[in-house]
C-alpha cells in the first residue's frame, strides 16, 4: 500500500530564512508527487507536481521541489519564507490506476514577521 | 468560474443522526473524492468515484456512505455508525491523475 510520511509536523521560522520540508513515499511503481498547501481559511491549493522528466520542479510562489527516486523522497523548498507562506503544507502520491491521493500528515508552517 | 461547491460551510447536529454533506461540481471532472481533515493526521480517503454509478471505499469508508447518481455531484452520508464524525469534511475532483486535484472549500462537520 502506498503511504506518505511527511517528517516536520510544525515548524517555525523567521522571514528570510530558507525552507525544507521533507516528504517521504513507500511505493515500488511509476509515481506522481504532489505539494498542496492550505493557508488560513482557504482551500487546498496545488503549489507543484511532478510526473515526470526534470526531477527538480517549480512551482508557484518560489517554491520548488526535487524529486530523488533512489531515496523515495520529494522534499520542498524555498529559499527566502515571507510572513504570507504561514499556512499547512501537504505532500501527496499517486501512483497506480485508480487516481486517487494519499497524503501525509501535513506540516504547519509560521513564518514571524 | 467553474470549480466545487460544497455545503454547509458548518454543519451541526445531534449524536446519532445521519447527515449528508453535499459535493457538486461543474468542471465535467468524471472523478470525484471525499476526504477527512483531522489535525495531525493530513487528509484520509473515505470513498472515491471514478465513473458515474461507481465508486470505491477508500481507507476509513466505515460509517459513511456515498453515491454517484450524477457526474456533478457526489453526497456524502456521515452516518450514525461512524464513532467520530466531527472533522472537516473535503470534495475534490479530477479529470487526470497527473493533474492533481481541485478542492472544495469544506464542511466542518461537529456532533454533539
Known amino acids: 500500500a502506498q503511504s506518505v510520511s511527511q517528517h516536520n509536523h510544525h515548524v517555525i521560522l523567521s522571514e528570510a530564512a530558507s525552507l525544507e520540508l521533507g516528504c517521504n513515499y513507500s511505493y515500488g511503481g511509476t509515481v506522481n508527487l504532489f505539494w498542496y498547501v492550505q493557508y488560513p481559511g482557504q482551500h487546498l491549493q496545488l503549489l507543484l507536481k511532478?510526473?515526470?522528466?526534470?526531477?527538480l520542479v517549480k512551482g508557484i510562489k518560489g517554491f520548488e521541489a526535487e524529486f530523488i527516486k533512489s531515496k523515495f523522497s520529494f522534499n520542498l523548498r524555498k529559499p527566502s519564507v515571507q510572513w504570507s507562506d504561514t499556512a499547512e503544507y501537504f505532500c501527496a502520491v499517486n501512483g497506480g490506476n485508480t487516481g486517487k491521493l494519499i497524503f501525509g500528515q501535513g506540516t504547519t508552517l509560521q513564518v514571524k514577521p | 468560474d467553474g470549480g466545487i461547491t460544497q455545503s454547509p460551510k458548518y454543519l451541526f447536529r445531534k449524536e446519532g443522526q445521519n447527515v449528508t454533506l453535499s459535493c457538486e461540481q461543474n468542471?465535467?471532472?468524471?472523478?470525484m473524492y471525499w476526504y477527512r481533515q483531522d489535525p495531525g493526521q493530513g487528509l484520509r480517503l473515505i470513498y472515491y468515484s471514478q465513473i458515474v454509478n461507481d465508486f470505491q471505499k477508500g481507507d476509513i469508508a466505515e460509517g459513511y456512505s456515498v453515491s454517484r447518481e450524477k457526474k456533478e455531484s457526489f453526497p456524502l452520508t456521515v452516518t450514525s455508525a461512524q464513532k467520530n464524525p466531527t472533522a472537516f469534511y473535503l470534495c475534490a475532483s479530477s479529470n487526470d491523475r497527473n493533474y492533481g486535484y481541485t478542492f472544495g472549500s469544506g464542511t466542518r462537520l461537529t456532533v454533539v
Open positions: 511532478y510526473f515526470s522528466g526534470d526531477p
Open positions: 468542471l465535467n471532472h468524471d472523478a
